[in-house]
């Protein structure tokens, strides 16, 4: 009996399941179909990871020649048509998209002007004081942190490294108002790295917050120049468009002093980039009387604002006039606010 099952299986098996019958037009377009749209390629098919690696770059190395040779098609169509070429394309980027701020600061406003002639830095642009900076630390700093503020030193004139040795900044602000000092700078660190500054503008304030991140230092940078000389740095700051951000800007400017040295050819730059402050140091290479080029000499390192306070340091009753609330103000990725 079960011989018998097993045969009857077997048949079954072999037998074709039951097919529709099917009009010839329908098969003919199907067939059609197929030939027109053949099968797609897939560099993921390909198992050989070398080989794959050497298709893609042949592939990648001919879409490079076909954007290049449209491009040059493009350009032959411009250069022939001539002033009657249409006007070209300007790509959308987050910045061009930026959501319209009403604090922007325009230039020859009388308001701003007059907010500017009577702010807290109003001495130094007036050329009554000059600028001097206390750097310092956390409590019991690491290696990576102090070499950081020794080269920050070397970017800010006639600026002063000192250890914290446990000691409140509600006593440090005095001591350094009574000795002259223009600027508080703190430099946090968390698990052996630097992760935050805070500067503090003497002896009125304000007090500004900083998270900073990807530091890097002389030693880890290629292709960096010598070390900085004694000279003034000129101070370069960038795409500071709003109320909050002009006001930044003038705390960065005025850790500087009022004249810089053009002869040492060092420029400071504060680039303002989506609320990211991108610090640089560099010396111009003059190669001849046309050609100048740039050479890094470090450090480099990004800061993001995270909160502005009126007057000097006092984490429990001082008055903040701007607060970064990420859930709130991080709603829309074309809305910033410097």
């Known amino acids: 009996i079960r011989g018998r099952v097993n045969k009857v299986k077997k048949t079954m098996k072999r037998q074709k399941p039951f097919q529709e019958p099917v009009d010839n037009g329908s098969v003919e377009e199907s067939e059609s179909a197929g030939s027109s749209f053949p099968p797609t390629f897939s560099l993921s098919t390909i198992k050989n990871k070398q080989r794959r690696h050497l298709m893609f770059m042949k592939l990648k190395q001919e879409k490079r020649k076909q954007k290049l040779e449209l491009r040059k098609k493009r350009k032959k169509e411009r250069d022939a048509l001539g ?9 959308k980027t987050i ?59 070397t970017v800010i004139p006639n600026a002063h490294v000192y250890y914290r040795r446990g000691l409140a900044l509600k006593r440090i602000i005095p001591q350094c108002v009574s000795r002259n000092f223009t600027y508080l700078m703190v430099i946090n660190e968390d698990r052996k790295v630097p992760n935050g500054m805070v500067l503090c503008h003497l002896p009125d304030g304000p007090t500004a917050h900083f998270k900073v991140s990807s530091v890097r230092l ?39 002093p009022h004249d810089p040295h053009f002869v040492g050819r060092q420029v400071a730059t504060f680039h303002n980039q989506r609320d990211f402050i991108f610090f640089r140091f560099h010396r111009y290479i003059f190669k001849n009387e046309k050609r100048v080029g740039i050479q890094e000499l470090g450090p480099r390192f990004t800061l993001k604002l995270r909160s502005l306070q009126k007057g000097t340091f006092d984490s429990k009753f001082g008055e903040y006039e701007w607060v970064h609330k990420r859930h709130e103000m991080d709603s829309s990725r074309r809305k910033f606010h410097l």
């Open 83 to 91: 002033d009657k070429a249409p006007p070209k394309d300007v790509p």
């Open 95 to 153: 910045e061009n998209q930026r959501v319209y701020d009403e604090t922007t600061v325009d230039p020859e406003d009388e308001e701003v002007a007059f907010d500017e002639g009577t702010d807290e830095f109003s001495a130094y642009f007036n050329k009554l004081t000059n600028p001097k900076v206390l750097i310092t630390t956390s409590d019991r700093p690491r290696g990576r942190t102090v070499r950081f503020c020794e080269q920050l030193a």
């Open 218 to 256: 002389r030693k880890e940078m290629k292709r960096r120049g010598k070390d900085p000389t004694e000279h003034h740095p000129e101070v370069i700051l960038n795409n500071f468009s709003t109320r909050l951000g002009h006001s930044i800007g003038r705390m960065f400017a005025a850790l500087f």
